[in-house]
Every structure is written in C-alpha cells, then in structure tokens.
C-alpha cells in the first residue's frame, strides 16, 4: 500500500507541478487542485497507513490509541481542504476580473511566454 | 522598590485620548482637545501621587506578564529623574494642547491632530518610563512614527511630505542603530531590565563589545537629538504645526536621545571612547548650531538651529563624564524645555497673527502685541543666558564644567574658548530674534494685520515664562528640590555637592558670561543690520547636509532598482520555477549528506483494487495536465477522476471525515470552475502549427518537464521513506484519551476542530468570511471580456429553433430545457437540507460536522440555481450569505467568549447530555453553538461565491445591448 500511495502523490505532485509552470490561468488552478490533493495525501500519510480504524471512539473511559487511526493529520487536512477550496474560488475570481480587464488570461496579465 | 499599576494607567491615558480623538468628527476641536487636555493632565497628577515617593528615593514598579518563560516583561519604572521627564512632557504637553486649541485652524482635521499628538506623547512616556530596554527601543521606533505624522500632518503640502520623510529616515536609521546597540548591552549586562543595566556599568566598560554598542546606542541618541551630522533633519521638521515644533523641539523628540544619553550614563560614561565621541559631536553641534542660527530668516529655524545648538551644550556636558556636569545637563534639559517651549509658541503667534515668520518682513510688532512682545523677551532672554533667568543658571554651570574639565587633551584646552564663543552667538541670535520682530519701524507689507492673540493662546507662554523667572531669580527653593532628586536617581553614590544660587561672587565662569553677553550685543550692533542680505550662512552652508542627504537616498534607491532588475522578475512562471526548483534542492541536501534508505517497517498488503484506483487516478491526473490548455472540460473531468480517487484513499485510509468533505467540496469546485469556463478566452491553436516549435519553446517546456518530475519522483520517495519510518509519539494519543472524557465527542477530528484546536478554527472560518466578501467585492466590479459577452451558442441556436417554428415563441426551449431533472433537483432541495442538518447535529460523535453539513446545504441551493436559473432562486429564495457569515462568526466568537465569562479561557467547551424522547440523548455541548457557527459561515461563504458567480450570467447581456428586451434568460443555468 505504501508503494502505491507514494507512487499516486508523485504522479500527482508532477502532473500539478507541470500545470503549475503553465501560462494560462486556468491550467495553474488545476495544478493547484492536484498538488493540494498531493499534499493533503501526504500529510494524512505523515499518521502512517491505518485501514478500519476511524478515530471514532467507544464512550469508555478507557481509550486505546493504538487502535485508532491518527487523528491529528486529518483534523489538519480537513482544514486544508476547506482552505484550498477558498483559495481555488478565490485565484478563479481573480482570474476571471483580470482577464476581464486585460483581455488575457496569461498570468501575467499580458501575453507573454505561450 | 514598589509596584504601582498607577504608571501603567499613566502611560495608557494618553493612548486611549488619542484613540477617541480618532474616532471624533473632524470639526470637533474642542472636544477633541479639551479631551487631550484633561488626560495630559490626569497623566500628570496620577505621577505626582508618587512624587513623595520618589523624593524618598523610593523606585516605584510596575511588571505586567507577557512572556515570562523567555524573560520578556511589560515593564515600568519611575525613580526621581524619569518622574522629572514624564512630568516635563506631560506638562508641557498639557500646555501645547492649549494652545494648539487656539493655533490650529477650524478647517484642518483638528481630531486627527490630537490623536498624532496624544499618540505621540505616550509613546515619548513610554520611553522615558521603560523599565525594559527592548521596550524602549519599541516606544522610541514610536516617537519617531508619530513624529513623521505629526511634522507630515499639513500634508498637501510638499515641504511638510519632505521633511516628514527626512525626518522619520533619519531617526528611523538610529533606530535600527540604538537597537542592536541595546541587543549588545543586554547581552553583555546578562539583561535588558534597566536597573541591572545601570548596575553593571562596570562589566559593562570592561567588555570587549563596550565600543560597538556604544557606538550603536549614541548613533540612536545622535540621530535623535539632531547632533552633528544628524542634525539636518531638524530645521526641515519646522514645516511641521507650530504647535507641534513647540512640543517636539522642547521636550519631547530630541529631548528623546538626550533622556537616553543621561539614563545610561552611569552604565556607559566615564571611558575615553564615551569622552571623545560624546563631547566631540557635542562641542560640534553646540557651535555649528549656534553660528548657523544667527544667519536664519526664518523665525522658526532660527529656533532650529538655536535648539540644535541647546542640544549639543547638553551632549557636551554629559560627555565629559563628571557627575557636576550631568547635574548641569539634567537642569539644562529642563531650562530649555521651557524656554523653548514658549519661544515657539511666541513664535507661532506671530505666524497666525502676521502671516509670516520672516525676519527680514516684520519690524516694531511690540506695539501692536506688547504682552506677546515682553514674554518672548524674557524667553529669549533666558535662551541668551541673561541673568536672573533659568538659562543664566544652567549655562553658568556649564561654563564652570568647560574651565574644570582639564586633562590635557586637545578638546579640553579649546573647550572654555568655543563654550564662550558659542554662548555669544547665542546671545547674538537672541537679540537678532527679539529686535528684528518687535523693535524697529511699524512693518510694512504683512499679510495680514498684526493684532494681539487671544488670552488663552497667550497662558502656555505666561506660565512657561513664568517658570523661567522662577527658576531664574529663587532656583534653590524651586527647582533645586526636584533637580536633586533627579540627579541623585542618576547618580547615586556619586552625586556631587552643588548650590543653586545667582551669584557665586566674581569668578571665571561669571567672565565669560559677561564677555559672551558684551561680545553678542557689540557684533549685533556691528553686523545685526547686515544679515538680512545673507542668504545662507557662511563656512558651514557649504556643508549641504541635505543635499548630501538626498543624493545617499537616490544611490540607495537606484541600487535597490538596479538590484531587482538584476535579480527579481514580475514574471509569475520564472518566479514559480525559482521557488520549486530552489525547494529540490533544499529537500535534496539532506538526502545527499544522509543518504536515501526506505524505514525499518514491513509494507502493508498491497490491496489490488487501491491500485487499480490509483492507476486510474494517477491517469486522470496525467491526462488533466495534458488536456488543460486545449480542452478544458476534458481537464475538469479528468481532475474530477482524480479527486475521487483521494476521496476514496481517504475513506480507505480510516479518514472518514476527509473523505466525506473532501467528496462534497470536490462537487462544489467543479461547479464554481464549470462557472467560470464561459468567461475564459477560446484557445487559439499553436501558432507553431505549422511549422518547427522554436527551440528555446522547446527547451523551456523539457525544463518544466524536468522540474515537475524530480518534484513528483522526490515527493514520491519522500513519502515513502516517510511512511516505512514508526510514528515518533505525537500528541494525538493525548487527543484520543480526552476526545469523551473531556471534549464530550466521540468523532476525535471533529472534537480537534471544535474544541480542542477550536482557535484554528476560528481563524480559518475568519479567513473564510474574508475570502467569500474579496470575491463578492471583486465581481461587483467585473466586466467580462467582449467575446464573452455573447449568449452560450446552445441558447443561440434554441432560439434560432423557436424562431424558426410557427407555434413556438422565442424563450420557450430554453424554458423546458431540463424540465424532469429540474423538477427532481427542486424537490431534492428540501431533502439535502435535512441530510446537511443531520451531518451538523452527529458531527460531534460520527462522521460530519460543521464544515461538511454547511458545503452540503450550499449544495442543495446550487442545485436550486442549476435547476431553476439565476432569476427563478432570485425570486423565490431570499438567502442572504453575508448574514449567515456575519450570525456564524458571531456564534462561534461569542462562544469563546461565553468561557470567559463563565472563568474559564477563551473557547473552553462546555458539554452535557440532553434527552429527547424517541430521539434519545443527544450531546449538548457549547462546542456545538461553536459548530453552528462553522455551519453558518460555511454555508454563507459557499453560496456568496456562487451567487456572486452565477449572478454574472445576468448581467453580462445588458453590458452589450439589450439582445432580447422582452424574455431575458428564464432558464438559464446561470
């Protein structure tokens, strides 16, 4: 499982990373969509792999940590997924007024590198 | 030593008047200072209940907590010579505030100037009360904020803007300067606490880093105090307010480096570097200053200069390290102060009733303002040192110090001769000051017609000069208490011997006053009728301090640009590139000292179908980059494929929670991007189809090629290298055991965000609401680009269809376009609703929550706008977000503050059990208000950005022309 979850962040980190150096605005969000789905991966990976066990105790007073799944990565990566929502509707509106008002939708406002 | 929370209110009141000024109506001056007043006032009284504490010696404390683990205190302290500087600047000020009452025009935004003003006097009392030199440096990087507003406050206008700038650069530069200056004290003395300072002057001097945080601390005092070469900026700050130049150039500002040069001197005098270099720019500023004030025109820089000139009188005297001396700067601090304070004020009075401060235009005032005329006499007067005045005092101490201090060097032997060449000029000066204004011929051609100014305009110099006479004529029963007092706070142990009186019997100190005082008068009457033809003073003029000042500045900024077009770039793709590229290779170093090796752990099972996920994730991935540029709806899809494929690793992986979120924020981003593709440009094709890609295209895209799959390999050997390692012990085991016996929820991420970690949450659903209201505020604004504007070509062509067909009217496909699935999403509304309340409500035990329960219930009312249309939900559904944005902060801030008032820190939860019947128990806790509030803000931000998106769709028709006036998009998808 390792392997491949390794191996699904690096294709992800890569294919964001290349959208990344694109010119156009659009390409640059989905780069950003992938690289946060790549790094909310890692982080939740930074707990290590745990399969069926959701931190979701029992009422007891009596609780065994090693039975669960780390809750602290996915606390961090839920707000992150809220976060990278807010910043994606952000960069999209900004997108959207600048190209608005240059005519372009290079990311640098005008047309440079293609 | 006592704790007194007195001097914390003290040094507050100032702040919190300037505070309410702020918030006045500009046309409030006399609120706005009779407020000023009143608080300089209680300031003042609230030190003098200490007076009989400090006149006992007694050092009163006060230490507020703030980071006591590192050593970093709030910390106040009031001993007799800092009770003497607070006073002298809370007074004086009292007295500025006054009279600006009266000096300040009714059509100038007076409230602002008494918020600079009170601003400015507490951080002026936050200096000299410090009991921490940090704190210190903090409050004097203050002065000089405020300073720059005060002296740039008539800022239309260009010689305020430059002197404001001149000035805040100056001391902003010895700001920096006294502040490593003081990180090198406080390392030496073991301490930033001043006591333990001033106790360690011994260690202090002996250490080799004495020099260097010497040098540092006096190039803050120097730049401060206008002592040469500093002391340019001080004649330009006179475009400043007078009353401001009366506060600034008297008591407070240059009085600043001077308060700091007496407080450390215990610690710091005594050693030949302190000797040389504090006397030396002393004795330079003393008769620079003095000889350039005789050849001033314009009454306010004579003031200038003669204060830079008073300034390095008092520098000098504390340079020559004997414990007479200082008394005699201490006293000459306080005599200047006030009959400076007064001559400008005097000054300014001639301004407002004028018109003008030029020397050379006023004549023979004293008839036309005689009570004005004799108060700036004896000001003056004292200024020039003429007995039975403050100034004759101080200076003939001065004198007396100048003759004493005879080692030998080259400094003491021309000392006695410039100190009585010095006070000519400035008897010189004063004469020139007093006789070219009131004496002389009426004057002709004043812009306005001189008269008397009002009484109350005139008390602040009444009591000023006042003041003067007393010290002058009875100073041992006056000021000789107080100046005790606060010379032996300074002294201590070392405090000398010292009587206060007018005469002394005919010593040599009394000659060269006499010969100063004769030999000013005679070159006045000799050359005085001259000096209005001089243009700039002789000698020193050619200095140009400000000139040299400028082109420094111009070679500071022209090396700065030149370095950024060297090294910076706007361009976001290289800039991007830099930053990726320079993370690999820190990533790498430690790899290549190290070495790469995979952890000590076995894998786990590799499970077959989670690698058939991620082969098609991972293809999904790929092909969403490949597609984006030319197909951008391939590209969404794609990315949406891959998105899935983390939503189910997150439920694979025991995140329920993430994967449940992580699914319904995915719906919502592809919604807002699947919004935006109708406003993008069509993608023109390569315009190297046809022939060869250039090379250096070419090259580039390898390169980027390159980059993005180190970056993806290194991430994916990272992880694993990571995920083969054991978990170090974490605090999440302290999350797990707490989670129900102290946070009342048996969802452990859900109780991290609402409880134990509810402050981040706090903040991120703030950075939320702001992120929702930029967008809303950027698209009130947006104007599309002309070839979006055009209706869809799919609403084109229906309407080509209607119109085409006899029995159909235009709108009508557009109108049952969707008809079945749109029935079906509107009746789904009410059912999501309910799905995202029952997320919110078991959120605290099982999988959901506020943030999910909140995307969940925007998503039923998105599916309302795809369904029905921008207009139909318009109509029909009043959702107002910024009020669910504004209710959810509310909720969720005032459940913090709901612990505080129950006594416990901000955000603490409270949690019990409810029953309901049928329903069961159900948990109750103010973590869920708090979760409400998420909920609230979430579903707020979430629909304001859609709406503000969607709404677009509407308006964008009418930017062209109204294409077709009578049935304006009914089912248009927004």
């Keep these: ?114 | 030593m006592q704790n007194s929370p007195l001097l914390l209110i003290a040094l507050a009141l100032p702040f919190l008047g300037s505070l309410i000024a702020a918030f006045l109506p500009s046309r409030a001056r006399n609120a706005a200072s009779s407020i000023a007043g009143l608080l300089a006032v209680a300031s003042a009284l609230l030190l003098a209940t200490h007076f009989q504490n400090v006149l006992n010696g007694e050092k009163l404390r006060y230490l507020g907590e703030w980071l006591p683990s590192l050593g970093l205190n709030f910390s106040l302290r009031l001993d007799g010579f800092t009770w003497m500087f607070a006073t002298m600047v809370l007074g004086i000020g009292a007295l500025v505030i006054l009279y600006a009452r009266y000096y300040m025009s009714p059509q100038d935004p007076v409230p602002r100037f008494f918020a600079f003003l009170q601003a400015f006097m507490g951080s002026m009392l936050g200096v000299v009360l410090s009991g921490n030199l940090i704190q210190l440096a903090f409050f004097w990087e203050l002065t000089s904020i405020f300073s720059f507003l005060l002296i740039g406050y008539w800022h239309h206008n260009q010689g305020a803007r430059d002197g404001a700038r001149m000035a805040f650069i100056v001391t902003g530069f010895g700001g920096v300067c006294l502040l490593v200056g003081i990180l090198l004290l406080g390392r030496i003395a073991g301490s930033y606490d001043v006591d333990t300072v001033l106790q360690s002057g011994a260690i202090i001097r002996a250490h080799d880093a004495y020099v260097p945080a010497l040098i540092f601390i006096l190039l803050g005092a120097f730049t401060k105090s206008a002592q040469f070469p500093f002391h340019f900026w001080l004649p330009h700050a006179m475009a400043a307010p007078t009353p401001v130049s009366a506060y600034l150039h008297s008591a407070t500002m240059v009085k600043a480096g001077i308060f700091l040069m007496i407080l450390l001197w215990p610690a710091l005098a005594g050693t030949t570097e302190w000797y040389v270099i504090v006397t030396s720019a002393g004795l330079a500023t003393l008769v620079i200053g003095a000889w350039v004030a005789i050849f001033q025109q314009d009454m306010k820089g004579l003031l200038a200069y003669s204060t830079i000139s008073h300034l390095g009188l008092i520098t000098l005297l504390l340079g020559l390290s004997s414990p007479l001396a200082c008394v005699a700067a201490i006293f000459h601090t306080m005599n200047h102060a006030t009959f400076k304070a007064s001559l400008f004020m005097a000054t300014g009075i001639i301004d407002h009733e004028t018109g003008t401060r030029d020397l050379r235009l006023l004549s023979g005032l004293a008839r036309y303002m005689p009570i004005t005329a004799t108060l700036a006499m004896v000001a003056a007067a004292a200024m020039a040192g003429v007995p039975l005045l403050n100034g004759f005092i101080s200076k003939e101490m001065f004198l007396a110090e100048a003759l004493d201090a005879q080692s030998g060097t080259l400094i003491d032997l021309i000392l006695p001769v410039a100190a009585t060449i010095a006070s000519g000029f400035s008897v010189f000066y004063s004469i020139r000051f007093i006789h070219q204004t009131f004496f002389g011929p009426p004057p002709t051609n004043l812009p306005r017609q001189p008269h008397e100014a009002p009484h109350w305009m005139r008390l602040p110099i009444e009591i000023l000069v006042i003041a003067c006479l007393l010290v002058g004529i009875l100073p041992a029963i006056t000021i000789g208490p107080v100046l005790r007092m606060a010379a032996h706070s300074v002294l201590g142990d070392q405090m000398p011997e010292f009587s206060l009186a007018i005469w002394h019997g005919f010593n040599a100190p009394l000659v060269m006053s006499l010969m100063a005082l004769a030999g000013g008068a005679l070159a006045y009457k000799k050359f005085g009728a001259r000096l209005n033809a001089v243009e700039e003073s002789p000698i020193v003029g050619r200095l140009k301090a400000r000139r040299t000042f400028e082109a420094v500045l111009a070679a500071v900024v022209d090396a700065a640009r030149a370095l950024h077009s060297v090294t910076g770039t706007a361009k976001l793709q290289t800039q991007l590139r830099l930053l990726i590229a320079t993370a690999l290779c820190m990533a790498l170093t430690p790899f290549l000292f190290m070495g790469y090796s995979r952890g000590p752990e076995p894998d786990t099972l590799i499970d077959p179908i989670f690698a058939l996920l991620w082969v098609i994730g991972g293809l999904c991935a790929i092909g969403a980059a490949w597609q984006a540029k030319f197909h951008r709806l391939v590209a969404l899809i794609l990315l949406g494929g891959s998105g899935l494929a983390t939503c189910i690793s997150f439920i694979w992986l025991s995140a329920p929670d993430l994967g449940l979120t992580q699914l319904l924020v995915e719906v919502v981003t592809l919604v807002l991007l699947l919004l935006s593709l109708r406003w993008l440009p069509q993608r023109k094709p390569e315009i190297w189809l046809q022939e060869r890609i250039p090379a250096s295209v070419r090259l580039r895209r390898s390169g980027d090629l390159l980059l993005a799959i180190l970056g993806g390999l290194g991430m994916a050997l990272l992880s694993y290298a990571m995920m083969t390692r054991p978990i170090p012990p974490t605090i999440s085991d302290y999350f797990l055991d707490n989670a129900y016996s102290g946070g009342g929820g048996t969802n452990v991420v859900n109780v991290i965000l609402v409880d134990f970690r509810s402050f981040d949450t706090l903040g991120e659903i703030t950075v939320l609401s702001i992120v929702a209201l930029t967008i809303f505020t950027l698209l009130r604004r947006f104007r599309p680009a002309p070839e979006s504007v055009e209706r869809p070509h799919q609403q084109r062509r229906q309407s080509k269809f209607d119109e085409e067909q006899e029995h159909r009217s235009e709108g009508d496909t557009l109108e049952h376009y969707l008809f079945v699935p749109r029935i079906i999403m509107q009746w789904m509304f009410p059912i999501i609703i309910t799905l995202a309340l029952y997320l919110l409500i078991r959120g605290h035990d099982l999988p959901g929550g506020g943030f999910a329960a909140g995307i969940t219930a925007s998503i039923a009312i998105l599916l309302l706008y795809m369904a029905g249309g921008t207009r139909w939900v318009e109509a029909r559904l009043n959702v107002q977000p910024i009020r669910w944005i504004s209710l959810g902060l509310l909720s969720a801030a005032l459940t913090g503050v709901g612990a505080i008032v129950a006594g416990f820190p901000f955000l603490t939860t409270y949690f019990n059990y409810l029953t309901v019947p049928i329903i069961g128990d159900i948990p109750i806790a103010s973590a869920l208000i708090f979760d409400i509030g998420v909920f609230a803000v979430v579903v707020g931000t979430t629909v304001l950005m859609l709406i503000a998106i969607a709404h677009q769709s509407i308006r964008s028709p009418r930017a062209k022309k109204p294409v077709e006036p009578s049935n304006p998009a009914k089912g248009e998808a927004g």
């Design chain 1, 1 to 114: 499982m390792e392997i491949v979850l390794s191996l699904a962040i690096g294709v992800l980190t890569a294919s964001g990373l290349w959208l990344l150096f694109r010119p156009r605005t659009f390409q640059v969000i989905l780069g950003l969509a992938l690289l946060s789905y790549a790094v909310n991966l890692f982080i939740i990976a930074s707990g290590r792999l745990r399969l069926d066990a959701p931190p979701i105790i029992g009422k007891s007073a009596e609780v065994d940590p090693s039975a669960f799944a780390d809750p602290l990565p996915q606390a961090l990566v839920l707000t992150a997924i809220v976060i990278s929502f807010a910043t994606t509707a952000l960069l999209l509106v900004v997108l959207l007024a600048s190209r608005g008002l240059t005519g372009t939708d290079h990311v640098d406002g005008e047309d440079g590198e293609l």
